[in-house]
C-alpha cells in the first residue's frame, strides 16, 4: 500500500504517519527527515538545501525528486510506503506519478491532515520548545503555514480528483486522529 501524508506545519504528519507505518508495517518516506539527515551530514545536497530549510522554503522540486527517485530504487519502498511530507508541489506530485506508474504501483490515498490554525500554532511553538528546531520559531512558522497554503494545498484537489483524498480532521488527542486515519485506510483496502 502507497500512502501521502499531506498536512500543514504541526498537523501531527510525523507522529501519525510513524503510528500508522507501525500499524501496516510499511516502509516510511519523509523528505524532511531525509533533508535534515543530509544538512546535518554535511553532504552537497544537505549544503544546497539548507538555506531553504532555515527560512522555512521549499527545496527546489529537482533536488527533491532526485533524492526521492534514489529511494524508491529500492524494493522496500515499493513494497509499501508512507510518503510524508512529499510531494510538497503540484510538480513534484506529477512527477511522483510518473515515477510510480514506471514501477506499476500507482498511490493508494493520500490522506491530508486537517485542523484549525491557532491549534497548529500553538502545538508548533511546544516543538520548538521541546526540539529546538531551528525552523520553529514564530517568524519561519508564519512564512510555512504561508508555503503550504500556496504551495501544498493545490495537492489536495489534484488527489481529490483522481478520487484518493481522504480528508481527517487532524484535531483531538493524537489516539483519536489515529483512529480516525486508521479508519480511512481499512476503508480504502477494501476497495
Ligand atoms: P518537514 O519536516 O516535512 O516539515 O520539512 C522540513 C523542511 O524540509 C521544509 O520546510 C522544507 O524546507 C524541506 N522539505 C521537506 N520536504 C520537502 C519537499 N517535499 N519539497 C521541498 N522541500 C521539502
Same mark, same amino acid.
Given at each position: 500500500? /502507497? ?6 506545519? &504541526?498537523?501531527?504528519? &510525523?507522529?501519525?504517519?510513524? !503510528?500508522?507505518?507501525?500499524?501496516? *508495517? ?9 533533508? *535534515? ?15 531553504? %530549510? ?12 532526485? %533524492?526521492? @527517485? ?9 513494497? &509499501? ?17 510518473? %515515477?510510480?506508474?514506471? /514501477? &506499476? ?9 486537517? @485542523? ?6 500553538? *502545538? ?24 503550504? !497554503? ?20 487532524? %484535531? ?11 479508519? @480511512?485506510?481499512?476503508? *480504502? !483496502?477494501?476497495?
Amino acid at each position: 500500500m /502507497l500512502i501521502v501524508f499531506i498536512g500543514p506545519p &504541526g498537523s501531527g504528519k &510525523g507522529t501519525q504517519s510513524k !503510528r500508522l507505518l507501525e500499524y501496516l *508495517r510499511i516502509g516510511h518516506l519523509s523528505t524532511g527527515e531525509l533533508l *535534515r539527515e543530509a544538512k546535518a551530514a554535511g553532504t552537497p545536497l544537505g549544503k544546497l538545501a539548507a538555506d531553504y %530549510m532555515d527560512r522555512g522554503r521549499l527545496v527546489p522540486d529537482n533536488l527533491v525528486l532526485e %533524492m526521492v @527517485a534514489e529511494k524508491l530504487g529500492d524494493d522496500r519502498y515499493q513494497a &509499501g510506503c508512507m510518503f510524508d511530507g512529499f510531494p510538497r508541489t503540484l510538480a513534484q506530485a506529477r512527477s511522483f506519478d510518473e %515515477m510510480l506508474a514506471k /514501477l &506499476g504501483t500507482p498511490l493508494d490515498i493520500a490522506l491530508e491532515l486537517r @485542523a484549525d490554525k491557532d491549534e497548529l500554532v500553538s *502545538r508548533m511553538l511546544k516543538r520548538a520548545a521541546a526540539e529546538g528546531r531551528p525552523d520553529d520559531n514564530p517568524q519561519t512558522i508564519a512564512h510555512r503555514f504561508e508555503v503550504y !497554503r500556496q504551495q501544498t494545498s493545490p495537492l489536495l484537489d489534484y488527489y481529490r480528483f483522481k478520487g484518493i483524498l481522504s480528508v481527517i480532521d487532524a %484535531m483531538g488527542t493524537p489516539d483519536d486522529v489515529f483512529t480516525r486515519i486508521k479508519t @480511512a485506510v481499512e476503508k *480504502r !483496502r477494501k476497495t
